[in-house]
Structures are given as structure tokens and as C-alpha cells.
């Protein structure tokens, strides 16, 4: 009878120990449940903040596109209208990229797919603008093999060719090196334009007598007839126009600013792909763990 006492006393005790072992268990677990809530809440505000200043270099430089000016001929050329088709994607993405991060609770599937999108055509402009795949983007106006398959058109060059004519750029040029020596000329910094169609090129190695006049040197007559050296003309409306040079300098002129916005398309829609993906990831996992 002692014995069976005992033994009752011993298991009502385990039976209360691992009751309290299982409260103070599950109220541990309670209380380390707000605290990864709060994380996790921490965490989308940061995303959150993020994607919605990662949208402001998108608003300047849609600003940029509308208020800069199509200089050196490129009017001549469908640039323009890929600027503004440029200007309204990025207005686009703008709208569509904040109105998925404040309204991602209740599209949040939906809104990224929406987002995305938007996100990958830009990118693949922005990867044709910088020279990316050149076999496949030479189709793509702005890209560097677009803009040498079609300034290498006669049909195009000769109305650009006019154009850069028109803007004074040599005469300006022979005016300002007027009072210039030959001594001083090479120091004289130049723009693409006027070195490549103001003056002839490099390798011709003729000798400077002014701006718009230049003698070949003997040697020269001499060797190895030079086409490129052969087009250029000491005659103030011919100069350099028709040369390759000046076809060279005028493409660079322009890939300078679809380089630019190039890089600058493809830097932000890979940092937008990540906010985004990362605001759906922990979005989904902050409804898992509630």
C-alpha cells in the first residue's frame, strides 16, 4: 500500500512537471513570435522606403528627356521619337512601380507581375542602347549598330551632312583659329565634329596652312593613292563632309547620350527587380508567419 502511495505521488509529480515545461515552452514561443514579426515588419518598411526613392533618378531623368535639346541633327535621324517613347515607359514604370509597393497587400501576385513587365522591356532597351547583343539590337534605333547602319546610308548622311553644314560649326571654328599658328594648332582642343569634318584626318599628315586649308606633302602625292585623304577639299563647303571621319565623329557625338541612357536604364531596372523581388518575398513570408 506504502509502495503503490508511492508510486501515485511520483507520477502525479512528472505528469505536473511536464505541464509547466510545456507552458513556459509555448509562452517562450509566444513571446519570440512578436519579435520575428517585428523583424520581418522592419524589413518591409526598409524595402518599402527603398523602392519608392529608387523611383525619384526615374522621375530626373524624365525631366531630362523632356527639356533636352535634339542637337547635332539627330532630328534628322527617328531619335527623337524614341525619346519620347522613353519618356512615357518611364512615366509608366514611375506610376505602376509605386503603385505596387503601396498597394502590395492586396495585389501582391498581381503587382509583380504587372511591375515586371515594364521592367524587363526597359531593360532590354537599355541593353541595346549600351551595345548589348550588337547582332540583335543593330534594329533598335539608338544602339551603336543602328546608328553606323544608317548614318552610312548615303540617302541619310547627305541631309546630315547639310545639317552640320547649316549649324556653322567649321566656319565658327575658322574664325576662333583665325590668329592660330601651325605650332599651336594641335594644342587646340577640338570637338568630334570639328575634328572630323573640319579638318582632314590625322593620318593624311598635311600641313597646316589655316583652318580650311591644308597642303598635302609631296611624299604624299607620291605614294599610295588615300581615299578618306582624297575626299577632303580646301573649299569651305566641302572640307571634310563627305569623309568617313566626319560620318565616325558625328555617330560618336550622338552614342555619347544614348550611352548614357543606356546605362542608366539598365542600373535602375536591375535595382527595381531586386527591391521588388525582394518586397514580394518577405511580403509572402510576413503573411506565412502571421
Not at 594644342?187 to 575634328?195: C, D, G, R, V
Not at 582632314?200 to 580650311?212: F, G, L
Not at 571634310?240 to 565623329?249: A, E, G, H, V
Request: proline share 5%; aromatic share 10%; charged share 15%.
Amino acid at each position: 500500500m506504502a509502495e503503490n502511495g508511492n508510486q501515485t505521488t511520483t507520477t502525479h509529480e512528472a505528469t505536473v512537471e511536464k505541464q509547466t515545461t510545456a507552458k513556459l515552452t509555448t509562452n517562450k514561443t509566444k513571446d519570440q513570435m512578436p519579435t520575428t514579426t517585428s523583424a520581418v515588419k522592419r524589413i518591409l518598411f526598409s524595402l518599402n522606403t527603398i523602392s519608392f526613392l529608387l523611383s525619384f533618378p526615374i522621375l530626373f531623368c524624365i525631366v531630362w528627356l523632356l527639356y533636352v535639346r535634339h542637337g547635332n541633327c539627330e532630328h534628322l535621324l527617328p531619335l527623337p521619337k524614341l525619346q519620347n517613347g522613353v519618356v512615357v515607359g518611364l512615366i509608366f514604370l514611375f506610376v505602376i512601380s509605386n503603385g505596387v509597393v503601396f498597394l502590395r497587400s492586396r495585389f501582391l501576385m498581381l503587382g509583380l507581375i504587372v511591375v515586371m513587365v515594364p521592367l524587363i522591356v526597359i531593360l532590354t532597351i537599355g541593353s541595346a542602347l549600351i551595345g548589348a547583343y550588337p547582332l540583335e539590337s543593330r534594329f533598335i534605333p539608338g544602339s551603336p549598330g543602328w546608328l553606323k547602319m544608317v548614318v552610312n546610308n548615303d540617302n541619310n548622311w547627305n541631309p546630315i551632312q547639310s545639317c552640320i553644314y547649316n549649324t556653322r560649326t567649321c566656319q565658327d571654328l575658322a574664325v576662333q583659329s583665325s590668329m592660330i599658328k601651325s605650332y599651336d594648332f594641335p594644342m587646340k582642343h577640338l570637338s568630334p565634329i570639328e575634328s572630323g569634318c573640319c579638318i582632314p584626318p590625322s593620318n593624311c599628315d598635311m600641313k597646316y596652312v589655316n583652318i580650311t586649308y591644308w597642303e598635302k606633302k609631296a611624299d604624299v602625292y607620291n605614294g599610295p593613292p588615300d581615299t578618306e585623304c582624297d575626299l577632303w577639299q580646301n573649299n569651305v563647303n566641302k572640307l571634310c563632309y563627305n569623309c568617313y571621319s566626319c560620318r565616325k565623329s558625328f555617330i560618336n557625338t550622338l552614342r555619347r547620350k544614348w550611352y548614357k541612357l543606356g546605362v542608366f536604364l539598365v542600373v535602375m531596372t536591375i535595382l527595381l527587380i531586386v527591391s521588388h523581388l525582394l518586397l514580394f518575398v518577405v511580403t509572402m513570408w510576413d503573411r506565412y508567419a502571421s
